[in-house]
């Protein structure tokens, strides 16, 4: 069992930008794949970001490339997104996920965290 931990979130200008933290407990994340996903009010839960265990497999949804880099620090056991130039589209609670391969599909992941609002003010 693993069990995700995210913090960092708040609010910010658009323009900003915020970390987002992602701990692990019980168990290392080191032989994890780990995801990033975030949900608007009455949107379904969507793809952000995910990095292989080994920090080198990288995928990003179309909307954030370029502004949100995910990365980890398996000594940490925490895996961490970069969120640059934040627009109010990137409004949501955001989750960070566990899982055996860099995936977009949250089905694909089996571990999940409690979420961090992140809110973007225009």
């Known amino acids: 069992q693993v069990q995700l931990a995210e913090s960092g979130g708040g609010l910010v200008q658009a323009g900003g930008s915020l970390r987002l933290s992602c701990a692990a407990s019980?168990?290392?994340?080191?032989?994890?794949?780990m995801g990033w996903f975030r949900q608007a009010p009455g949107k379904e839960r969507d793809f952000v970001a995910a990095l292989g265990w080994s920090g080198t497999n990288t995928l990003y949804a179309d909307s954030v490339k370029g502004r949100f880099t995910i990365s980890r620090d398996n000594a940490k056991n925490t895996v961490y997104l970069q969120m640059n130039s934040l627009k109010p589209d990137d409004t949501a609670v955001y989750y960070c996920a566990a899982g055996a391969r860099v995936e977009a599909s949250a089905g694909r992941y089996a571990y999940w965290g409690q979420g961090s609002q992140v809110t973007v003010s225009s």
């Open positions: 019980k168990r290392t994340l080191s032989t994890y794949a």
